[in-house]
């Protein structure tokens, strides 16, 4: 059986499950608390780092380097157009979301809240969260002004891309600090993402300690 | 003309600036103070970061995504081999290094002691510092047991994760911050990657106020 050693709240994690869904992988999701470093763990990953996934005798870690080698064995559906062009502003949406995204929002908003509780860090630092909340908004901005443009967020298709970004806000949703009224291209993009099969174990999800709000699984939020 | 807008010490724009020059793409180097945010440069880039790369009227940003990009329009000499499990594991490590040793170690060591002066931040951390210093180590240590199996970083073929592992040492070498008495393969490795004529433009970069070590730029180092 494939496996994938993972956290609910990881959008790493999420990018990779919505791939392995939305190319119909059967996969069995097995928590990790990696923080713990487990030897075990570390000689799967030395890195230290979840995802993991252990997929056909390989034991792959890396998130964007595990998607893309998805893409390669199992093409369909294609979740990378096939112009170079098209590739590259993909590969470039996902940089944005996994970089930028992760250091200014990601990091100060969920990695404060919960990553610190779950990891017992201590409290969060206020002057984080503010920075993230006031962060977050520019980067609403810009997905809206995509999606005034596109269909998706790197074109006409639903890519890689549209899974890095709804991987990060599907977890902030989570703790509630999306303001879905920012921009109505953005909502409609989530409601079209969030209602395909492959987003359903991650509305599902459940950490302890953390109640998501009564919107998180709705299609219709 | 090709340009790229970048900075010296950056291990992203060298990572790119090692692949053009691989690939022999001609491109007039232009050093870009990114922390400044002049409103040009945050046109053609709003996540406000370089290397930034215009070639044949398209604006390319994010490092990894422009080497997949030259990678495919540009193929020869090939940086990703042809196996799907080959070109994971390039990718793997180009994202080892470029993640995680860029946050343990380029970030401890090369941000605190040149980023910070040349963009007005005041001093070193001295405890980062310190855990950069200690994890460099077992950074080196992990290169030196992938070397002492395989020919290049990836295995058999010179790659992008060679390209990537090189761009980020060759700036901490300008800082004197690589032990290469650690392991004999590790320098070996960096030998021969520091003899290509793609390397030429690395070793003779100059950063005003910082003196490279005199076996910076010597082959026989």
């Known amino acids: 059986m494939n496996r994938l050693f993972h956290v609910p709240l990881s959008p790493f994690c999420r990018k990779v499950r919505l791939c392995l869904a939305e ?6 999701l097995i928590e990790e ?3 713990e470093q487990d030897p075990d763990f570390l000689r799967r990953n030395p890195a230290a780092k979840v995802p993991v996934l252990r997929l056909g005798g390989m034991t792959l870690a890396e998130s964007t380097p595990i998607c893309e080698y998805l893409e390669e064995i199992y ?3 294609p979740l990378l157009p096939g112009s170079p062009e098209a590739r590259f502003e993909v590969r470039r949406l996902v940089s944005w979301f996994d970089d930028k995204f992760h250091s200014e929002v990601t990091s100060k908003l969920l990695y404060e809240r919960v990553n610190k509780k779950i990891t017992g860090q201590g409290y ?3 002057a984080n969260v ?3 909340a006031k962060a977050v908004k520019f980067h609403l901005d810009y997905m809206g002004w995509l999606l005034d443009q596109r ?3 790197a074109g006409d ?3 890689l891309a549209d899974f890095a970004a709804a991987a990060h806000l599907s977890c902030l949703d989570y703790i509630s600090d999306v303001d879905w009224n920012r921009s109505e291209s953005l909502k409609d993009w ?6 395909r099969p492959a987003f359903r174990s991650i509305l599902a999800d459940q950490v302890p300690g953390f109640l998501p709000p009564r919107h998180y699984a709705d299609l219709d939020f």
């Open 23 to 28: 190319k119909k992988i059967e996969i069995e």
């Open 33 to 35: 608390r990696y923080w």
């Open 75 to 77: 093409p369909d559906p």
């Open 124 to 126: 969060p630092d206020s």
């Open 130 to 132: 503010k920075a993230g």
């Open 151 to 153: 269909r998706w967020l």
């Open 157 to 159: 298709h639903m890519t």
């Open 190 to 195: 989530y409601a079209k993402i969030k209602s």
